[in-house]
């Protein structure tokens, strides 16, 4: 399958300090990134749409001026956490979607685990 | 809205069989397989694209049923690496396909 990274794998910072995660497909171009968010034992929580070129599109709920996301080619996608507070740590996982035929499969990076404390 | 996983969770013994449902309040064009160990980012299983369809995926197969709205995952012949947390993934067409992920069935299996 393809390969899409992550980095840092994982980070602590001090509340009100910002972390930015960068994330990589590695073998293959993508025009689309996701951003997720999951909590101890529950489901991934779509945060945004990454889209090459422009702009994020944000689900409800989720601040864009705390998680900015920067789509800078068709390989890197990041998301930067701003005046991060305790309750922003999480385990934040990236996507990136590649395109075979009519299949649009999504491919996730190992995660990064985030600590603020 | 998010399609809802059964059971949440399940023990077996290696060897045994078990089946995850996935159920969709609303029209299913698609259905996403992944599953996740502790700690690390969810893994592509398979997709199921047409209604009727049926994949596998080493001894783990999945059937679709678009006209039921759901979709199944079999664990045949358990074996220790399959324990970890199965999420059925539904795009959402009105939203670029992006996916909408279940609750999750976390799977444990015991030697």
């Known amino acids: 399958g393809a390969v899409v990274s992550q980095h840092p794998s994982r980070v602590i910072c001090k509340s009100g300090t910002s972390v930015k995660i960068e994330c990589r497909s590695l073998d293959f171009q993508a025009t689309t990134m996701f951003w997720y968010r999951q909590f101890p034992k529950q489901s991934l929580m779509l945060m945004a749409t990454s889209n090459e070129g422009s702009k994020a599109t944000y689900e409800q709920g989720v601040e864009k001026d705390k998680f900015l996301i920067n789509h800078a080619s068709l390989t890197l996608s990041t998301l930067t956490v701003t005046s991060a507070h305790p309750e922003d740590s999480s385990f934040y996982i990236c996507?990136?979607?590649?395109?075979?035929?009519?299949?649009?499969?999504?491919?996730f990076g190992p995660g990064t685990r985030l600590l603020v404390l | 809205q998010q399609p809802v996983q059964s059971p949440q969770a399940v023990i077996l013994r290696e060897g045994e069989d078990a089946v995850i449902n996935c159920s969709s309040s609303?029209?299913?064009?698609?259905v996403h397989w992944y599953r996740q160990k502790h700690g690390e980012a969810p893994v592509f299983l398979m997709i199921?694209?047409?209604?009727?369809e049926q994949k596998g995926h080493e001894k783990i197969s999945a059937s679709f049923n678009e006209k039921k709205q759901q979709s199944s995952l079999y664990l045949t012949a358990s074996q220790l690496s399959y324990s970890g947390t199965y999420f059925c993934?539904?795009?959402?067409?009105?939203?670029?396909?992006?996916?909408?992920f279940g609750g999750g069935t976390r799977v444990l299996v015991k030697p």
């Open positions: 609303k029209a299913l064009y698609s």
């Open positions: 996507s990136a979607i590649l395109l075979a035929g009519e299949k649009e499969t999504q491919y």
């Open positions: 993934g539904t795009p959402r067409r009105a939203a670029g396909n992006k996916l909408t």
């Open positions: 199921l694209l047409k209604g009727g």
